[in-house]
């Protein structure tokens, strides 16, 4: 099998399809054994997942020091992003200072010299002023030094998202979380022709909606509504029926996806990186898509808020719970 690899915007760098999530070997997602997190971590690398993203904030630094550790020696075959200005649940720092020293402090534990990638982390928690008028220019001159490649930026609500980006002329990527599942469309609603237009890399993470639509189901720290986490079993049984796992129709209807440059899934086992690059040579099955379909339609783009009241989208109505897409 080879994987897929599709251009991160216009650099020229290319991106393998399935991309690896390091948030699970910060321990985000229950028990993790680390020395297999590390194998986990090689036996993407053997299978061709060339893209690798963390965070200071997973496991409060653990992460980038557990995926550093890993990537002893084979730095040079990786795209490799990490992230700036959140540092815990509740702990922010959009400022420029902290940028820069930020990012050295993350080379520091990812024992490199530069960052492929950039993004300051879940900008829906600061100030829009200072997100467009400070802490994206700081990343930029990181990004002039060669201490950084691209610069891009994450969060939950796509339409601050895309307003951010809108207002920074030369931002390289967009990372949005659960917005292309099984769940949800409103990636393509509000971001994913814009992005194509603007030459940016929409990289979608969080294929399996933070784990609700896996067999075991979400950590407890999982914010959506009561009737969206009851949804996720419904969606498994009736995968099983039909002799299919969760995961893997959830991750195969999200590489269908036709231009998100990767699609990030936290893996911290090599039976999970096995499993997830198995998907890539499996089919979407149309009928079960159409079951599922139905069966999430009440809670279709139901979504949580994260951030500060006015960067959040609106919940509800004007997104429609339109229909999965069967591609
Ligand atoms: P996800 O939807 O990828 O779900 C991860 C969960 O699914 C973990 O519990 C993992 O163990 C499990 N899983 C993976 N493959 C599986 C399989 N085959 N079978 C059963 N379970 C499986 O959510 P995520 O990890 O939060 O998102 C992916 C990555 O995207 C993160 O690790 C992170 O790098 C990035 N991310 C960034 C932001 C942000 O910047 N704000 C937000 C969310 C995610």
Not at 120 to 145: K, M, Y
Not at 159 to 165: I, K, S
């Amino acid at each position: 099998m080879t994987i897929e690899l599709r251009p991160f915007g216009s650099s020229g760098s290319q991106l393998s399809l399935l991309g690896f999530g390091a948030a699970p070997l910060g321990g985000e997602y229950g028990g993790l054994d680390v020395a297999e997190g590390r194998r986990a971590v090689h036996a993407a690398i053997d299978g061709g997942i060339n893209f690798f993203d963390v965070a200071p904030y997973y496991g409060r630094t653990l992460a980038e020091e557990r995926l550093g550790e890993a990537l002893l020696g084979k730095r040079e075959q990786v795209f490799l992003s990490s992230k700036c200005a959140r540092f815990g649940l509740e702990r922010f720092d959009f400022s420029a200072a902290r940028v820069a020293t930020s990012v050295e402090e993350s080379l520091a534990r990812l024992r490199c010299e530069h960052l492929d990638l950039l993004i300051v982390h879940d900008v829906e928690f600061g100030l829009e002023a200072q997100i467009v008028e400070e802490t994206l220019p700081a990343a930029f001159a990181l990004r002039e030094q060669g201490k950084v490649r691209h610069v891009g930026i994450s969060g939950l609500p796509v339409r601050y998202l895309r307003r951010v980006a809108e207002q920074v002329p030369g931002l390289d990527a967009i990372l949005s979380y659960a917005h292309y599942t099984l769940l949800s469309d409103l990636l393509d609603q509000h971001l994913t022709p814009w992005c194509a237009q603007q030459g940016i890399a929409l990289i979608n993470a969080s294929p399996l909606a933070l784990g609700l639509l896996t067999q075991a189901g979400p950590q407890d720290w999982h914010r959506a509504p009561a009737e969206v986490l009851a949804i996720g079993p419904q969606v498994a049984d009736l995968c099983k029926q039909h002799g299919r796992d969760v995961a893997e129709v959830a991750l195969r209807f999200a590489f269908d996806h036709p231009t998100v440059c990767s699609t990030l899934t936290g893996m911290s086992t090599v039976e999970q990186v096995h499993a997830n690059l198995r998907v890539l040579d499996q089919r979407s099955d149309p009928e079960l898509l159409a079951k599922i379909q139905d069966l999430v339609a009440p809670v279709y783009n139901q979504m949580w808020q994260e951030g500060r009241a006015e960067n959040t989208d609106p919940p509800g109505p004007k997104d429609g719970h339109s229909s999965v897409k069967i591609r």
